[in-house]
Every structure is written in C-alpha cells, then in structure tokens.
C-alpha cells in the first residue's frame, strides 16, 4: 500500500501486473484462492467477534443461537450472492439473466449459475441471504430479530473489507477511466489508467464502517436501543456503496444501462438502503432504550 502511495506522484500510471499479485495459493493439486479465503475469514471473524459481544451484558441470544445462526448465514451469503449476482447482474440487454440460461461452462460443471470459482456474487444478494438467514433462526427460536440483527451486523464489514482487498489482488471490478496520479492499469481491461475502485470500496464500505460499527457497540450504549446498530450499518453500507459506485466500471452486459438512467445497477439497488437505514436509525434513536438490554438466557 505505501509503494502505491509512494508512486502516486509518478507521471506513468501504476500498472498492476508489475505489482507481482497472484489469485491464490498454490497448494500443487489446487489453488486456494484469495477470494475465497475472504470468505471464509470473514465468517470467522464474525463469529469469534459476535461470539464476544454475547459475553457482554445485554446481549439477545445465547452462544448456541450463534452457533446456528452463522451456520444459516453463511449459506445466506453463498446462495443468496450468487442468485443475486445471476439476476441483477447477467440480464443484459435482453433481460433474461444468462446465468441461469447459460450451460457453456466446461469441466464437470457446465451450468453457469453453480461454477461459483468463475466469479459473480453480489452485495445486495448476499445481504437479502443473511437477513433470510437471521428472520429464520430469531423465528424458530423465539429470538428477537431486530437485536439479532443488531449484532450480526457488527462484523460485515470486515468482511467487506477482505472480499475487496481480494478483488484487488485478482485484477477484477476495476474502475473507471482516469488520470488521477495513483490510477492502475488492469491487464483484464484495457491499456487505460483506472481508478483502483476496490481499493475505495475496501476502505470505505470495509475498513470505515467496521471502525465505527466496533466504536459503537464497544464505547457507547448503542446497542440497548434495538435497530441502531443495524440501521447505522444499513445506511452507511448503502451510502459507501452508492459513492463508490461512481469510481468503478459498471458491469460490460450493464453499460447501456448505466448510460440510460444515469445511474449504475449498484446504485439503483443502494437506494432503497439509503432510506431502509435513515427510517430504521430514526426510529431507534425516537424510542426509549432498554434498562437491561432484554439478556436471552443461556
């Protein structure tokens, strides 16, 4: 990260394959992808962190909810990213998403939607997965969903903030043409200078919102006032989504689109966060916090 610092002042764009960035690690009979890797210390850190907050006073479930629930929420993020991904993002112009028409694949997966190692998940799809995941398990164990959601949402980011840093170091979801003195030349684009949108994209919707979601469960009372913490996550997701989404190069099939409404797919599917957050934020802070928390015994 300094080296790109350090060369932002360099009249020649920074060129990424020179950056000796690999997509995995090779293990001789298979690679051990990055991108994967991030998933699954993201699950891991969510758990390990949420695990912590439910030794705190307050907290609305027990270690064995979590148990489940993390065991539910990652298959929300798998199948619901990747559904997401085949039916917002591989429509183009015909609007029929190719990922569920498209059996093209080789090896012994052919149907596009299942060859996960290809790429495609998507952000929106994968947050409907989780919350599919949290309304079923608060449901089946008499759970609050809202408090649930509550502490759940305090270790997305991080999680957000490795898928990007991943994203990085696969030369993928490049950005925008630019000539900002730290733009990148992706290989997998074109010989234009680009902005490095998944480094923006790490830092604001991963390393910025993990900070302030951490300093509210653990310097303030926040999450005594049921929804804050959730709707804080909501908002700021959508907001840092929304901003960065002017930086990175819509999706190939989605370009027209993009250029008819004036706003990226990313964008568009933002905005109803944006309003689902501020509405949840301001209803939190009008009603009056709980004395105890509301403790689910063990």
Not at 26 to 34: A, H, I, Q, W
Not at 83 to 105: H, K, N, R, V
Not at 160 to 173: I, P, Q
Not at 186 to 201: I, K
Request: aromatic residues 14%; contains cysteine.
């Amino acid at each position: 990260m300094l080296s790109l610092l350090a060369a932002s002042g360099a009249a020649d764009p920074i060129y990424w394959d020179q950056l000796g960035l690999r997509p995995g690690i090779e293990l001789g009979f298979f690679t051990l992808r990055f991108y994967s890797l991030a998933y699954l210390l993201g699950v891991i850190f969510a758990y390990w962190h949420t695990s912590r907050m439910l030794k705190q006073p307050g907290a609305p479930m027990a270690q064995r909810h979590a148990d489940d629930l993390f065991f539910y929420c990652t298959l929300g993020v798998i199948l619901g990213g990747r559904l997401g991904y085949a039916a917002f993002y591989t429509g183009g112009e015909t609007g029929i998403p190719s990922a569920f028409t498209d059996f093209s694949g080789d090896g012994v997966v052919s149907w596009k939607l299942l060859r996960l190692w290809d790429g495609g998940m998507a952000f929106h799809g994968g947050l409907i997965g989780v919350t599919v995941a949290m309304a079923y398990v608060a449901w089946r164990d008499k759970l609050n969903f809202i408090r649930v959601v509550d502490y759940v949402a305090v270790g997305v980011p991080m999680g957000m903030l490795l898928g990007r840093l991943a994203n990085f170091v696969n030369g993928e979801l490049w950005g925008r043409a630019t000539d900002v003195p730290w733009a990148m030349v992706f290989p997998g684009a074109d010989d234009l200078p680009r902005h490095p949108s998944q480094l923006y994209q790490a830092g604001l919707e991963g390393l910025a919102m993990l900070i302030i979601m951490l300093l509210l469960f653990w310097t303030t009372r926040a999450r005594y006032r049921p929804g804050l913490l959730a709707g804080v996550f909501t908002l700021g997701m959508g907001v840092a989504r929304f901003v960065n989404e002017f930086f990175r190069e819509p999706d190939q099939q989605l370009a027209d689109f993009a250029a008819r409404t004036g706003l990226s797919m990313g964008q568009w599917l933002t905005i109803p966060l944006i309003l689902t957050g501020l509405i949840v934020v301001l209803f939190a802070l009008r009603k009056k916090p709980l004395a105890s928390g509301g403790v689910q015994p063990a």
